[in-house]
């Protein structure tokens, strides 16, 4: 028995040798070869201006109409897709869970509050398994009935109250029109409430197209059917419409008259041959007048045209030697002239208001200032009910929201603003935007505002001039992932305690809290400091970030930026940024110059020659946020929007280093040749923002700053998503060539690919297609930061 024993330990040992002689360990895994980046073809060309001769080796992806160079441009873009996709391969599940994020905060019942114009509630909403909206009506005073008490509280019951709705467009229907695609611009619907008129774009030949529906049959009317529509305003209650057509450079050159019903053919009420004019018209909100801008770049004109008899002429009320913001109204016999044009040849830094009696015979005619200059409460916006003005207000960085009652003294000479019968309106804290509404009715004492914060959902809100209450008419819950519509009985309302008092400082309400405004600020942060600029000016940031993940060593950011055409930098709460922030993000907006919200001269010293400081603001914001610690030194990205990318790209240009990640969405990258050379027609408004290529000095800053000339050779730069498409103001062959030039010129390293993804033309109208957009670039960010 031991022998057996132990010849079967042997035999076992034996066998054990033999197996493991055939054994072989397998090879290590070796990781998949990353993908490799499209090459375009390179066809260099030189340019010549001023003296200075460069080489551009893609060119040829602007030349539209070379058959051979845009079938290149199609098989580049399919490489570049597919490269795309090949990077994003592995973060395919992250996408998934961040799009089911995204979409799931979006509601479900979409509709926009009803604005109450008259007897009547007008209204937008999304039939379920449609794409398009549908524009509708109903009785004010049949709601009452209809509104719903059912949890959710959505409003109004749609259900049951389709049989008092009335159907004015059904945008789907739309669709099938112009191509399968529905983008309207202008929609104006009549005093009388008998006719829209609206214009759709029309992508097939690029422009808008002109339309008038009535209401009362829902057919469209035979004329005016019209081609290159930029402006709409009605005339004789309802009867005619003034409309205005762009040249084939898409300014607005022509102004006409038609008669609805008639047969005659549309009278023209004005044409501006010179091809610096442009021209823009407006209704007065009581419709009395129609107001006629015309303008170049060194000059400004407003005309007005009586609304009851729209063919005779034209009458001058305004003129001032340069380009200048100019909006007219009209209450009870005077004219009010709300604009920033200097004064006494002065350029000045803010907007001011002028009134004069409508019959004034003087010539010129006179106009008296209504309030006293005050540079601690700036007057940002107004607007005119028949009895109360609405002001929008700037207190420093602080918004505020007044109302004064009318009429105010005139005769008297202008009067200091705090010392009017004011009443201040109820706001929630960080306040970021204040937007009017539509407020068409001049009638009503209730007044429409869209409130925006970095913390809070927009929230749009009805405040009652006469006792200062106020209502959310619509707001997001985003702790219930819910859109309320409230209106009518439903409806959430505030008075304020001493909602009868007058002060000279905001209103506080014991009920003005984070819960009846739907803050989120008891989870997210909001902090902002004044950073120090290369030139030591002093540039607003703004930083957002989840409480329960405190800014702290390796914390991730990203830093926003515009910087152009004087517009406020969209600092409001977007619910797909939720995503980063609940993984840890920070969320940071600079307000450099170039922007709006801190005057004109904040404006004007971030554009033209000054474009450099625009792009050292932004530098300087990212580098407070990594040597504060706010944000890690590696985990930091750009995000920049349409002339925001340029931003962000220049500031790339300059400190590559400074940043691990970036995304520019549809950028303006390639200044030199598009402002020569534009494929796409430009106004006068781009070249006061970006600079004249025939002025020298302005040419010498566009070379300096344009992103497209300033790559840096053999330096490592950040990763890049560039969202672009075939329809967008700044061509897809800008996105392509930068792209491209910089694959070309830096150094290579495949954990920082440069991508090019183009998005389809109907994201900006459908929701599923901007969550997957959106969760792209989440994905995208989340990836290179943890790479």
Request: hydrophobic share 35%; proline share 6%; glycine share 6%.
């Amino acid at each position: 028995m031991r022998h057996l024993f132990r010849f079967g330990a042997v035999a076992r040992r034996e066998n054990l040798v033999f197996l493991l002689r055939r054994y072989r360990s397998p090879k290590p895994a070796t990781a998949p070869s990353p993908p490799t980046p499209p090459k375009p073809p390179k066809k260099p060309q030189k340019f010549s201006f001023h003296g200075i001769t460069w080489e551009d080796p893609y060119s040829w992806m602007s030349n539209l109409n070379d058959k051979v160079a845009m079938r290149h441009m199609d098989v580049c873009m399919e490489q570049e897709e597919k490269y795309t996709e090949a990077v994003m391969s592995d973060s395919e599940k992250l996408q998934n869970k961040l799009q089911f994020e995204m979409a799931s905060r979006i509601p479900f019942d979409l509709s926009t509050p009803p604005l109450r114009w008259g007897p009547w509630l007008y209204y937008r909403r999304v039939e379920e398994g449609k794409q398009y909206p549908v524009l509708c009506r109903r009785l004010a005073s049949l709601n009452d009935e209809f509104i719903s008490h059912k949890y959710p509280p959505a409003g109004f019951d749609f259900a049951s109250g389709k049989r008092i709705e009335q159907k004015l467009i059904d945008y789907n229907q739309e669709a099938e029109r112009f191509g399968g695609f529905a983008y309207e611009e202008l929609s104006e619907v009549s005093p009388n409430h008998q006719f829209i008129a609206y214009t759709m774009y029309d992508k097939d030949n690029d422009y808008f197209k002109l339309s008038v529906r009535n209401l009362n049959s829902g057919s469209l009317c035979s004329k005016p059917q019209v081609d290159r529509v930029s402006n709409l305003a009605w005339a004789k209650d309802g009867q005619a419409l003034l409309y205005v057509v762009t040249d084939q450079k898409k300014r607005p050159y022509r102004i006409y008259c038609s008669l609805i019903g008639s047969t005659d053919d549309d009278a023209l009420l004005l044409e501006e041959s010179d091809e610096n004019v442009h021209i823009n018209i407006r209704n007065t909100k009581d419709f009395r007048f129609v107001t006629v801008n015309t303008f170049t770049t060194t000059s400004s004109k407003v005309f007005l045209i009586n609304a009851a008899d729209p063919l005779s002429g034209l009458k001058l009320v305004w003129e001032c030697p340069s380009l200048a913001h100019c909006i007219i109204e009209h209450h009870h016999g005077y004219l009010y002239l709300f604009t920033d044009a200097p004064r006494a040849g002065q350029s000045i830094d803010y907007h001011y208001l002028l009134c004069s009696p409508v019959n004034d015979p003087s010539n010129p005619r006179k106009w008296e200032e209504v309030f006293l200059n005050d540079e601690d409460l700036i007057v940002e916006d107004v607007d005119f009910s028949d009895k109360y003005l609405a002001l929008i207000l700037r207190e420093g960085c602080n918004f505020r929201l007044c109302s004064v009652k009318l009429p105010l003294s005139t005769g008297k000479g202008a009067v200091k603003l705090r010392k009017l019968d004011i009443r201040y309106l109820s706001l929630p804290k960080h306040v970021c935007q204040i937007s009017p509404g539509p407020n068409y009715d001049f009638y009503s004492s209730v007044m429409r505002f869209i409130i925006s914060s970095p913390v809070m959902p927009d929230a749009v809100v009805d405040y009652e001039l006469t006792t200062g209450r106020w209502n959310i008419i619509q707001q997001q819950n985003m702790l219930h992932d819910r859109t309320r519509i409230l209106y009518g009985a439903n409806s959430a309302s505030v008075t304020l305690d001493n909602a009868n008092s007058k002060c000279s400082g905001p209103v506080n309400s014991k009920l003005e809290d984070s819960q009846s405004w739907n803050e989120l600020s008891e989870f997210y942060a909001c902090e902002q400091f004044d950073v120090p600029s290369a030139d030591g000016v002093k540039v607003p940031l703004t930083i957002v970030f989840s409480r329960s993940n405190k800014p702290e060593d390796k914390t991730p950011g990203i830093l926003h930026g515009h910087g152009t055409y004087g517009e406020l930098l969209d600092k409001r709460w977007r619910s797909e940024l939720k995503s980063l922030l609940d993984r840890g993000w920070v969320v940071a907006y600079a307000d450099v110059r170039g922007g709006g919200g801190h005057g004109k001269k904040w404006h004007h010293d971030g554009r033209r020659t000054k474009k450099h400081n625009s792009i050292n603001d932004y530098i300087s914001c990212a580098k407070f946020l990594t040597e504060r610690d706010i944000v890690d030194e590696n985990k930091l990205a750009g995000w920049g929007y349409s002339a925001g990318g340029l931003l962000v790209a220049s500031a790339i240009n300059q400190h590559p280093d400074l940043f691990r990640a970036a995304v520019l969405k549809v950028p303006f990258l390639d200044p030199t040749n598009t402002l020569l050379y534009p494929v796409l027609p430009l106004i006068a408004a781009d070249y006061e923002e970006f600079g004249y290529p025939g002025d020298l000095n302005d040419f010498l800053a566009i070379r300096d700053y344009s992103p497209y000339d300033n790559i840096q050779k053999d330096v490592l730069y950040p990763a890049v998503l560039v969202n672009s498409s075939f329809n967008t103001r700044f061509g897809v062959w800008e996105a392509a060539k930068w792209v491209a030039r910089v694959r070309d010129l830096t150094i290579y390293d495949p954990k920082r690919p440069i991508l090019l993804n183009l998005t389809t033309d109907l994201v900006e109208e459908n929701r599923y297609l901007q969550s997957k957009e959106s969760a792209l670039e989440a994905a995208f960010l989340i990836k290179m930061m943890d790479s």
